[in-house]
């Protein structure tokens, strides 16, 4: 069955909502007309915007820029995230209307478990988590609290249940390592992690409680663990530390209510941890008044939200976009929302369009990287299904090619509804730079990423700061500061100055490569730093690096990303082995193997290269701009400052072995 066709010769949805869209289509010159007008006074605006939240406090003054970068919004401002996702629709017409629509990765001839929480289902399991927390546990506003588990109901409820008493929550995805857990809950000073006993990825178990037990060994502030059943998987529990949240719940009232803690708008709201150059991944911290802002402003203007949608982020709550585009963003609108659990491929590759079909979804927000792995596996998968429901769309997390965009907008789009590609980061807390910025949707590009939104101020500088002309790359910036953006790094502001506020003065330098073009319009990219996009996911090279060399055979290892069909990017490592170790394929598979489980499944090798020289300057810093080259078949360029050239050859003669 293709599209319902009924005698209008109308597809089925566009007869029920006849009216697809609420944006005003306008041409690049209109819009940059529109925005130049609000971006007299931007701050009017983003009050404009946060007027529309439910404050328990008015704010005094919009931004205080008192202390830069160390910008504060609404200040004086009250309000409280669970009190604006949850409370404010429980209380509400909204009451009834479905919140959630769960679906696990089991199938069995259909979803084998599906869940659907109204608002007020929501509201109860929120004040129920949030007693939990604060009776069971005794946090209390300021504590810090982790969060490692699979795509399952109790993620979004415990984090708004943290907000709800005003803990800070740090998220760590559940394809990161132990490691990764304990570097996140000691930096953080978390007092509590909360897990599952294990996780659901193609059909197979993630053993999550045993990560966190590993990871508890280098721990030094986690008193309790706390553990969902999801997968009935057997785990060891530790009397005293660890406890079954259904244990617990059992001693919890069904209505218990837990009043909503009164934060001011520059409290923290959470810490999400993301890669950079080097060093370990930074702990953003987000507030919670100029966040949920941001978060208003772009469900409303980039998404269109309404009553009638299903809305659809296919991220995982362990990245920023399931933070604001699972969480916090559609559910302080009062939105319907599914959340799925698994794989967007399995069992079968349409499991995502049965998804689409079954529940109705409107708006599809997906990454770059699942489009490609959708045209790889054949548009048969697509037309099966009815995704005549979807009315608009965007991607996210790294550059659209356009041949993947337009194959996507015939084949879902209908080759005529709204598809932008929305430029973000962890670190703007939201979308910044969209096709649709603002109740105005401009001429899509396809590979384009759109103009700023209204109130955000952009642009594109070279290496001294001068703007860049139209149609040549230089380094993206955002010239403005924006509900949204960070409080800091957790445990190091010198960090937060340094990486983003030093290259240019008082401006914020993002780390992406970018264009500006005629219209006003970006072309993001890629990164211009040490930082990998590995099917979207967000990796310092360092820190694959870094899980390389702690295998006994490795000496040495320098990792470089190059393109990929599918993925976007992959790793490519190059690595000097202990003297007396011999290279051999078992080794290589061995060391990506290493990686996956040191690091996590994320973390992705094109090859892994045996070497006995890299190429360094002479102060001994690895040269991954001439590795880079070597791997992509691009010219070298300037290597006067190598200490070794013959290093270059080395490096040129085993990736040309192993293409
Ligand atoms: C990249 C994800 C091109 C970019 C929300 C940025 C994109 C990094 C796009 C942040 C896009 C994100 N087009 N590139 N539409 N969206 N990126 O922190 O390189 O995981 O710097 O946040 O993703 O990744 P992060």
Known sequence: MSQTENESGLPFQEKIVPELLRHRVVSPEEYMRIYRKVMENPQEYWESMARELDWFQPWGKALDDTNPPFYKWFVGGELNASYLTVDRHANSWRRNKVA??????????????????TYLDLFREVNRA????????????????????????????????????GVTFTVVFSGF??????????????????????GWRRGKVVPLKEIVDK??????????????????????MKPGRDAYLHEVMTKVPVNAYVEPERMKSEDPLYILYTSGTTGKPKGIVHDTGGY??????????????????VFWCTADIGWVTGHSYIVFGPLQEGATEVMYEGAMDYPEPDRWVSIVERHQVSILYTSPTAIRTFMKQGEQWITKHDTSSVRLMHSVGEPINPEAWRWFHRLVGRGKIPFGSTWWMTETGGIMISHAPGSYLVPMKPGTNGPPLLGVEANVFDDEGKPMPEGKKGYLVITKPWPGMPLTINNDPDRYVKVYWSKYPNVFYVGDYAIKDEDGYYWILGRADEVLKIAGHRIGTYELESALIQHPAVAEAAVVGVPD??????AEAF????????????????????????????????EIHFVTKLPKTRSGKIMRRVIRAVATDSPVGDVTTLEDEASVEEVKKAFHEFK
């Open 575 to 606: 690595v000097i082995l202990r003297s007396g170790v011999e290279p051999s394929q078992k080794l290589r598979e061995e060391l990506v193997k290493f990686v996956k489980e040191n690091f996590g499944p994320i973390a992705v090798f094109k």
């Open 565 to 570: 069909q599918v993925r976007g990017e992959v």
């Open 215 to 236: 990871a508890l060994e280098t721990t030094t502030t986690v008193k309790n663990v706390l553990v969902v059943r999801r997968t009935g998987t057997e785990v060891s």
């Open 100 to 117: 959630i629509i769960w679906e696990g990765e089991p199938w069995d001839n259909g979803p084998k478990e599906a869940r659907k929480l």
């Open 177 to 198: 390592s132990a490691q990764a857990v304990a570097d996140r809950m000691n930096d953080a000073e978390a007092k509590l992690i909360i897990t599952a006993d294990g």
């Open 292 to 309: 949920m802002t941001l978060l208003h402003s772009t469900m409303k203007h980039v998404f269109d939200i309404r009553d009638t949608d």
């Open 130 to 165: 949030a007693y939990v927390l604060k009776e069971v546990y005794g946090l209390k506003k300021g504590d810090r609290i982790g969060l490692y588990l699979p795509m399952i109901p109790e993620l979004p409820i415990f984090m708004l249940a943290a907000a709800r008493i």
